[in-house]
C-alpha cells in the first residue's frame, strides 16, 4: 500500500443518515505517520443567489438549532448522489425563497468547512425572477426578505455570528459581476 | 418537557476525538413534530488575516486530505473548551503562517457549516507583523504565501473549490475597513 503523505488507509462509516454518512479514516499523515481522521461525507450542496432587475435580492431567514438563532442566508440545500446541481438550486430557490429565475450563471464551488467535511458547494446566480408559493419541510422554518443587495451583504456581514456560507456566495459573486465567470 | 419549535429534548454523544464530538438529538421541528439531528458539535475556531504595511497579506497554502487538493486560506485552527480565541489566533498565525503580531482587532464571528456543525469562527486582523520560524504538526503540510491583499483576494474566489471560510473571513475584513468594528 502506498505510503504517500495523504493518502487513505481505510475507512470506516461509522453513521449513516439521510443526510450524510460520518466516517473514520486511517492515512498517511505529512510526516509518513499513520493518523486517523473522523469527518462528515456529504455529496455537496447548493446556494443560489437571486437578483431582481431592480438591484434587490431575496434572502431568507432561517431558524438554525444548532445556533440556537435565526440567521438570514441565501437559499441553500443538500445534495444526494446523483443530484443535479443546478436543478437543486432551483429547487430550493423555490421552495425556500418562493422564486423562480429564467436565467441561471455557475458562480463557482466553495468547500465549507474544508477540515471536517468533503461538502463542496455549487454557487448560482439566478435572474429573471418570478414569484411562486414557498414549499417548507416539516423541519423547517424559512421566511423570505427582499432587499437592496448591498444592504444585504451588510446584513450578511454584520449578524453575529455571520453565515459563512453566505458571505462565500457573495464573494464568489462579486468575482462574476467584476471580471465574468471563472475570471 | 417544553415542545416549543426547536428545543432539545436529548442528546447523545455517538463519537467522542481529540478534535470535536459527533452527536444525535432529538428535538421538536418547527411543525412540533420529533425530529432527529445529527451533527458535529466544536468548542469553535479562529481564523487570523495578516496585514503588512506595505498592503501585502500572508495566505497558507494546506494540503486538505478532505478535498484531495491544496487550498489558499488564512491561517486557521479549532478551539477547546476554555481556550481563548485571540491567544488561539496568535499561536496558529505564529504556528502556520510563521508571523507574529503588536496589533490584533476582533472581526467579527461567523458560523462556517450551520447545518451540521456549532462551530463559530472568530476572525482577528493581525498587524505589526513580524517573521518568527514556522511550526508544524506531523498531520500538516502548510507553506506561506506573501502577496498584495487584492491579490490574495481573487486568488481565494478563483481557486476550485475556494474556501469558504477564508472567503467569510475576507468579507468580515472588508466590513472592517469600510466602517469600523461593528458596523
Not at 34 to 48: E, F, N, P
Request: overall charge negative; hydrophobic content about 40%; glycine content about 8%.
Amino acid at each position: 500500500m502506498s505510503r504517500e503523505p495523504f493518502t487513505r488507509l481505510s475507512r470506516e462509516v461509522l453513521v449513516d443518515n439521510p443526510w450524510h454518512r460520518y466516517c473514520r479514516d486511517r492515512y498517511v499523515q505529512a510526516d509518513g505517520s499513520d493518523g486517523t481522521y473522523h469527518y462528515v461525507d456529504m455529496a455537496g450542496s447548493v446556494c443560489a443567489v437571486p437578483l431582481f432587475d431592480d438591484g434587490t435580492t431575496m434572502l431568507v431567514r432561517v431558524r438554525r438549532y444548532l445556533l440556537g438563532c435565526d440567521l438570514y442566508e441565501f437559499a441553500t440545500g443538500g445534495l444526494q448522489p446523483g443530484d443535479d446541481p443546478l436543478a437543486m438550486a432551483q429547487t430550493e430557490l423555490r421552495e425556500e425563497a418562493g422564486l423562480e429565475a429564467s436565467r441561471w450563471d455557475a458562480l463557482g464551488t466553495f468547500a465549507p468547512y474544508k477540515g471536517v467535511s468533503t461538502e463542496v458547494c455549487h454557487v448560482f446566480l439566478a435572474r429573471g425572477l418570478a414569484f411562486v408559493a414557498q414549499d417548507l419541510e416539516a423541519s423547517e422554518r424559512i421566511t423570505p426578505h427582499r432587499l437592496p443587495l448591498a444592504d444585504a451583504a451588510r446584513l450578511l456581514a454584520t449578524q453575529q455570528p455571520a453565515d459563512g456560507m453566505s458571505l462565500a456566495a457573495l464573494a464568489l459573486l462579486d468575482r462574476f459581476r467584476t471580471h465574468g465567470a471563472g475570471a
